[in-house]
């Protein structure tokens, strides 16, 4: 049946399906859970790479996500709820995030058609970030497996023994490379999305927050080796006591710990 005289007339529009909201909800969602994954992993960067400032310094870290300085005795468990829910919010965001991914071949050669005549960096950026993101799929999904059902196995030796002879080193040098360009191009994206940082000139603020990116994702790469080389050396140098478990000089064994 023909609208056209209706709708003009404005018989039906009540009627019209109305638009959506889902869409623009789904992309604030991944917005926020990108943003707070973001925030996370530059958190997650400096507690890991305290084994740079020394074992004791690693070793106190780790304590303290166990509660081990508030509750008096360690609580791996705890490091398992923030694990499961750091788990939850990636795959809350991988799941929305499939949405941008080109859904058939046509979807995908058009978009590399676009890309190539564009040769605009933002949409290779884009590109970048889709190929990391799907990458981490599979990457994260290890990793926070293993920390979730195995909390209790973080410290200087046991990651160390884990990156040297444990076979996890492959996996974390990928992941490394894949999470930082990730999220370094995330959070850009989001800031000129968002529009946050704009100046007057919105080029100008542009240019400055790509340089800001880079300066940023440089800076976490650095770290992120130098973290990988340090936990990489520990595990070499502990490599015939399988299982060794540090303990800080200055510790005085809790008496609850022996209990448990
Ligand atoms: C609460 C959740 C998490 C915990 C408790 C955690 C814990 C750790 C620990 C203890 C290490 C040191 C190596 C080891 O012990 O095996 C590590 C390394 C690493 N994690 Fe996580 N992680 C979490 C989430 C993530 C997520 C979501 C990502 C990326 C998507 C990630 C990426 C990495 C990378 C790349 C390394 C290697 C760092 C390096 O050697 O430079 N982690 N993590």
């Keep these: 049946m023909d609208s056209t005289p209706n709708v003009i007339a404005g018989v039906g529009l009540a009627d019209r399906p109305r638009k959506s909201r889902?869409?623009?909800?789904?992309d604030l969602?991944?917005?926020l859970t990108g943003l707070a994954l973001g925030l996370f992993m530059w958190g997650h960067m400096f507690f890991v790479s305290s084994i740079l400032l020394g074992k004791d310094?690693?070793?106190?870290?780790?304590?303290?996500?166990?509660?081990?300085?508030?509750l008096g005795t360690a609580y791996p468990g705890i490091v398992s709820v923030v694990v499961a829910t750091v788990f939850a919010l990636v795959i809350v965001h991988a799941f929305l995030a499939m949405r941008k991914f080109p859904a058939n071949y046509q979807q995908y050669r058009t978009f590399m058609g676009h890309r190539k005549l564009m040769a605009?960096?933002?949409?290779t950026l884009w590109w970048v970030q889709a190929l990391t993101g799907f990458l981490l799929f599979f990457l994260a999904a290890?990793?926070?497996?293993?920390m979730m059902m195995h909390p209790g196995d973080i410290g200087p030796?046991?990651?160390?023994?884990?990156?040297w002879s444990g076979g996890w080193g492959p996996l974390y040098i990928v992941m490394?490379?894949?999470?930082?360009?990730?999220?370094?191009i995330g959070l850009y994206r989001l800031a000129v999305k968002w529009g946050w940082f704009e100046g007057k000139d919105a080029n100008a603020s542009r240019k400055r927050l790509k340089t800001l990116k880079w300066v940023l994702t440089a800076f976490?790469?650095?770290?992120?080796?130098a973290t990988f080389v340090a936990y990489a050396k520990i595990g070499y140098q502990i490599r015939d006591q399988k299982g060794a478990v540090y303990t800080p000089s200055w510790v005085v064994p809790n008496p609850m710990e022996k209990a448990k």
């Design 22 to 26: 889902w869409p623009a909800r789904m």
């Design 120 to 123: 605009h960096e933002d949409t």
């Design 142 to 146: 290890v990793h926070l497996y293993q």
């Design 157 to 163: 030796y046991q990651s160390g023994e884990r990156i």
């Design 220 to 225: 976490f790469l650095a770290l992120g080796v």
């Design 57 to 70: 310094a690693m070793w106190t870290i780790t304590k303290f996500f166990e509660g081990y300085f508030i």
């Design 29 to 31: 969602a991944q917005s």
């Design 176 to 184: 490394l490379l894949a999470v930082e360009f990730h999220g370094g």
